[in-house]
């Protein structure tokens, strides 16, 4: 799938927007400050009506007017949709494709796009939270039930965690019916994590030795409390209760649970070794870009045709040989390329990329 063409008002710095882009390379580039995330941002934005950086739509939109909105061609199995978002400041939102309102959960069958931004190049070196929520976005993306037993957990733990703080006579009663629930949804979310994983090992190995040029082995493994205990997933809720039980008496000292998915990790190996403790800065990121191209794969072999790719600002991180061979990897994916020069356009041919230059917000096609 590619995006064909975008419409933007208002969102953040960029005031009226008209652009149609390259199905290949699109490269935007301009001076610190101009606008060009904020590109990337409203495109990333509508396909899942949701930022890689901002949790208040309402921010999204420009400091002093009421709306903002994207519009996009998307060009998909030889169809074209359209995709509307209006995001209003009294917090009102809408989304529409091809007219019809839609719940911003459709987006992402309709449009896909993977964003890479300097923080994901931390993914393996971070601690396990970004690891967490890498996972819990990438699957939620794939699956709503996964994104519903998510939020159902957490409403849980909420719960739970206040049972603990409180301590109010026959708490632990309440606990023991709480911990049923909390149990069900745990299981049922670190099976779907264990299983997400294991799809992406399929591909990572192929596509980190493209990278690294090299033949490192790179494996992933979950880490869980419950897994620990060897057990097989049918037994995972059993196990997932057991442990809440075993843990009660420290749950009930420390107020809090500390037991369960929120407190789950997974580990990259690199040659067999912990590759956060002992992986060179390259190696981590290239494994960080393992991991999220990947992602693309997963997504290919699902749904028939390649997401869209955004690289904001990451490929100044990155040393010339990957650059060139990450690139290289993306030649059947639209991509989208922010830099602060041009320079990138050196690595494509005359026919591959549009150039596109930003500054206080506006857009010009640069004509080659
Ligand atoms: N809601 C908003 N309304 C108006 N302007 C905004 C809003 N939010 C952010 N901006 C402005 O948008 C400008 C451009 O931001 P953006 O992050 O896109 O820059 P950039 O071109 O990616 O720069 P860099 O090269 O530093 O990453 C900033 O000056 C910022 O103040
Ligand atoms: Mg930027």
């Not at 059993?238 to 998915?261: A, V």
């Not at 990790?265 to 070794?273: A, E, L």
């Not at 494509?348 to 596109?356: D, Q």
């Amino acid at each position: 799938m590619y995006i064909q063409e975008v419409f933007i008002k208002h969102f953040r710095n960029l005031s009226d927007i008209d652009l149609l882009f390259h199905r290949q390379y699109n490269i935007i580039h301009g001076q610190n400050a101009q606008g060009k995330t904020n590109l990337v941002e409203a495109l990333y934005y509508l396909s899942c009506a949701k930022s890689h950086r901002e949790n208040a739509f309402v921010n999204l939109i420009h400091y002093e007017k009421e709306f903002a909105l994207i519009r996009g061609v998307i060009h998909k199995h030889n169809i074209n949709s359209k995709i509307e978002i209006l995001l209003e400041k009294n917090g009102k939102r809408k989304i529409k494709i091809d007219e019809n309102n839609t719940p911003a959960s459709m987006l992402y069958d309709e449009f896909a796009a993977v964003i890479f931004y300097p923080d994901d190049l931390r993914i393996i070196k971070d601690g396990p939270e970004k690891r967490r929520r890498y996972l819990d976005v990438s699957i939620s993306k794939i699956n709503k039930n996964y994104k519903k037993a998510l939020r159902e957990y957490y409403r849980l733990l909420k719960h739970r965690n206040y049972l603990l703080l409180e301590q109010k006579k026959g708490y632990e009663e309440l606990l023991e019916i709480f911990d049923e629930q909390v149990a069900l949804f745990g299981a049922y979310i670190t099976k779907k994590r264990v299983q997400y994983l294991a799809e992406i090992q399929q591909n990572i190995q192929k596509t980190h030795n493209e990278i690294a040029g090299g033949n490192e082995q790179i494996s992933i493994r979950y880490q869980s409390a419950v897994l620990e205990k060897n057990t097989n997933t049918e037994e995972l809720e059993q196990c997932y209760k057991m442990l809440l039980k075993e843990h009660f008496k420290e749950d009930s000292y420390r107020k809090i649970t500390t037991q369960g998915i929120h407190k789950d990790d997974f580990h990259v190996f690199i040659n067999g070794r912990f590759a956060k403790q002992f992986g060179s800065q390259g190696q981590q990121k290239t494994a960080a870009i393992a991991l999220k191209l990947s992602e693309i794969e997963l997504y290919e072999a699902h749904n028939g045709t390649r997401p869209i790719v955004l690289l904001d600002d990451v490929l100044s991180e990155l040393d010339e040989q990957r650059q060139k061979r990450l690139l290289q990897m993306l030649y059947k994916t639209q991509v989208f390329i922010t830099a602060t020069a041009d320079e990138v356009k050196k690595e494509f041919h005359k026919t591959e990329y549009a150039l596109f230059h930003i500054q206080e917000g506006k857009v010009s096609q640069t004509v080659r």
